[in-house]
């Protein structure tokens, strides 16, 4: 089983909201912080959020007073509510743990050889103007 799988992705209107989850399998926000990257085409990967076991949580400039990211109580599903959707925000949007450094500035794969190193297949969000 895929130890992270995304979804909730899809197509909304600028101003609009989606919120996307998280899944891990076999690991918890206990073992590892868990991320949502974004890749938009001709741009390299960005850091959106970051939450801790605790629940703190951490935003790009770019997202922060739009976007929330939280945890189930179980902390096995992690969710990124995005409001105030902007045409910029269109990306694939990636699930990851521990914080993998993008290896060529591309998200899903890791510069890194940490074994706790873990990316999702990603999902796609579009936004229109």
């Known amino acids: 089983e895929a130890p992270l799988v995304e979804s909730g992705g899809g197509s909304v209107q600028a101003g609009g909201s989606l919120r996307l989850s998280c899944k891990l399998s076999?690991?918890?926000?206990?073992?590892?912080?868990v991320n949502w990257y974004r890749q938009s085409p001709g741009q390299e990967c960005e850091l959106v959020s970051t939450?801790?076991?605790?629940?703190?949580?951490h935003y790009s400039d770019s997202v922060k007073g739009r976007f929330t990211i939280s945890q189930d109580a179980a902390k096995t599903t992690v969710y990124l509510q995005m409001d105030s959707l902007k045409p910029e925000d269109t990306a694939v949007y990636y699930c990851?743990?521990?914080?993998?450094?993008?290896?060529?500035?591309?998200?899903?794969?890791?510069?890194?050889?940490?074994?706790?190193?873990?990316w999702g297949q990603g999902t796609r969000v579009t936004v229109s103007s």
């Open positions: 939450i801790e076991d605790d629940g703190t949580a």
């Open positions: 990851a743990a521990n914080t993998p450094i993008p290896f060529g500035g591309m998200c899903g794969t890791s510069k890194g050889r940490d074994p706790l190193d873990a």
């Open positions: 076999g690991f918890s926000t206990f073992d590892r912080d």
